[in-house]
């Protein structure tokens, strides 16, 4: 009996298929199908003027590696090595510009276990009062952070405008259901607006993975 070779397909042939897969997957309907975005962050940090220039040298800038989803925020192509207790460390931890008026290092629980912390609170950007602190090295020095470590509260970024459309008001609590394999719905969604916002929620990588994001069929944001 003789056995057949299966065709070969021509480079151009691949090219096309896979020009097809990916202009169906663009075309798809997502979850943003409603405008509503909903992003996973990875561990990151965000620093004050003083620890950029301990940290990289006196009047250094960030440099963009790529724009984020909220105009005028981006990831830096700068990282640094952050170093928690028991001299564990993480390196190449990303930053996020532009400067702020405090560094704040946001880790998921994952992180913060790999990392030895005992306990890493689910704060809101900003409140750090209390917070563990850590050791930062950068390529010009090192920073002693007394406190500004923190698992970022699960939060939803929304204009005036999709704010009233909602009902909300800059504070509440909203729920985030995602369906799909897992079906997890998120009960404490913080709503936070601002007139440049776009809509987004931010979640970070363990609760993206706890809901399967990625395969997420359904998104809804309720009150
Ligand atoms: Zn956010």
Redesign the pocket.
Known sequence: MATATPPRLTRSQVEEIVRQVVTERLKAPGPGASGLVV?A?ARHAHLCREDLDRLFGPGYELTVDRELY?PG?FAAKETVTLIGPRSRLISNLRILGPLRSRTQIELAFTDAVSLGYEDVPIRL?GDLDGTPGAYVMGPHGVVVLKEGVIR?AM?A?MSTDEAAGYGVSPGDVMKLRVGGDAGVTFERVHV?VDPAFRL???MDTDEANACGLRYAREIGLFK
Request: charged share 15%; aromatic share 0%; proline share 0%.
């Open positions: 992003h962050s909220q925020n950007s970022a939060h970024h936070r987004e929620v931010h």
